[in-house]
């Protein structure tokens, strides 16, 4: 369990609980559990990794980290490297809402804006790297990161009496996917399926699986901009070979519904990223699955991992639904 201690023998991440939602089980006809991972320290799932990644850079002597983001790992990195005392650039695409970035800075990050989407800010970050000696951590591809990531399947198992009949996620540059199987294979769970769901517009695995090779997105045009890698890690192609992966797309508007909903029922923001697997639920989109014959028609329970992001609030929310002329 190393992945969880940092060098005073503590974790950076916390054991999330994992909560039964009766409005998300109803919708999806199935009794639904969230992996409530939106309550970790800085808002995602993205301390497990990146907190794991930064611990064993520090015990290798890094100097000094830089990590490109959509948001959410930078925020990590920066968590990170604040509590291992290492200072932190954080590289974030125009894009970014200035909330965010403060956020960043409050974590004591120094942060660059640059370029128009996460794949030109990886570009400067990897630049900074090498120019400067710095260690450059990935925001999803990284064996460290996944094997962080994959401590939340071990807090699954502790938690279940039962193995899950699916286990529903998303999907940006697939670190979150990569982990989940890591954890899967780990606790003996590898045939679990995992619904795998991006939005149109940041939709790089599914592309990737349809060619059965890696694409790389002319652009990102969803809201989901934390969803928003142009193109998936080697890995995550390499999951659905190992792992049944079922991959789903939903629509912007079906995201920033769900996060509303969400709200409403369980009473808790998250960003769109996290929209996108809550919209498949909310959507109806299991029971397809289940008429289709891509999913067991009898499944004891669905696990959801709420990713969360923190880079959301209400004025946020409200502002989607006006750019995607929603009520
Ligand atoms: N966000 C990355 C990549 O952005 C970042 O830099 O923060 N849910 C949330 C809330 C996320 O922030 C992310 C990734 C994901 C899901 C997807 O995780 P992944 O990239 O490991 O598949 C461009």
């Known amino acids: 369990m190393a992945a969880t201690l940092d060098r005073h023998g503590r974790g950076f991440y916390l054991v999330t609980p994992v909560l039964e939602s009766m409005a998300l089980s109803k919708a999806a006809g199935t009794r639904v559990y969230m992996k ?5 320290p800085t808002g995602s799932f993205k301390i497990r990794g990146i907190g794991y990644f930064c611990q064993e850079a520090a015990k290798n002597g890094c100097k000094h980290f830089v990590c490109s983001t959509g948001g959410n790992a930078g925020l990590a990195a920066a968590y990170a490297a604040k509590k291992l005392g290492i200072p932190a650039t954080i590289i974030v695409p125009t894009n ?3 909330d965010t970035v403060q956020k960043l800075e409050e974590q004591g990050a120094e942060v660059e804006v640059f ?4 794949d030109d800010a990886y570009v400067k970050a990897l630049a900074l790297a090498e120019t400067e000696g710095w260690n450059s951590v990935h925001p999803f591809d990284h064996p460290l990161i996944w094997e962080g990531h994959a401590s939340m399947v071990r807090e699954l198992k502790d938690a279940l009496s ?3 009949g ?3 996620l998303a999907v940006g540059g697939g670190g979150l996917l990569a982990g989940v199987v890591a954890g899967l ?3 003996g769970w590898q045939d679990v399926p995992i619904i795998a769901v991006e939005t149109k517009g940041a939709d790089s695995f599914n592309a990737a699986l349809s060619a059965g090779r890696l694409v790389t997105l002319p652009d990102i045009t969803s809201v989901a901009k934390c969803l928003g890698a142009k193109t998936v890690c080697v890995r995550a192609l390499e999951c659905a070979r190992e792992c049944q992966v079922i991959s789903q797309l939903v629509e912007d508007v079906e995201a920033v519904q769900a996060m509303e909903q969400f709200l409403d029922d369980e009473r808790m923001l998250v960003q769109p990223a996290c929209g996108a697997p809550l919209a ?5 989109r299991v029971q397809q699955l289940q008429r289709e014959g891509h999913l067991n028609p009898d499944l004891d329970s669905i696990v959801i991992i709420v990713c969360g992001g923190s880079n959301i ?3 946020g929310l409200q502002a989607l639904k006006t750019q995607l002329g929603m009520k």
């Open 280 to 284: 498949l639920l909310y959507t109806g």
């Open 36 to 40: 409530l991972e939106n309550v970790q």
């Open 115 to 118: 370029g128009k989407v996460w």
């Open 313 to 315: 609030q209400m004025s």
């Open 96 to 98: 970014t809402s200035q």
């Open 166 to 168: 699916a286990i529903v």
């Open 185 to 187: 294979q780990d606790v």
């Open 162 to 164: 039962n193995k899950p």
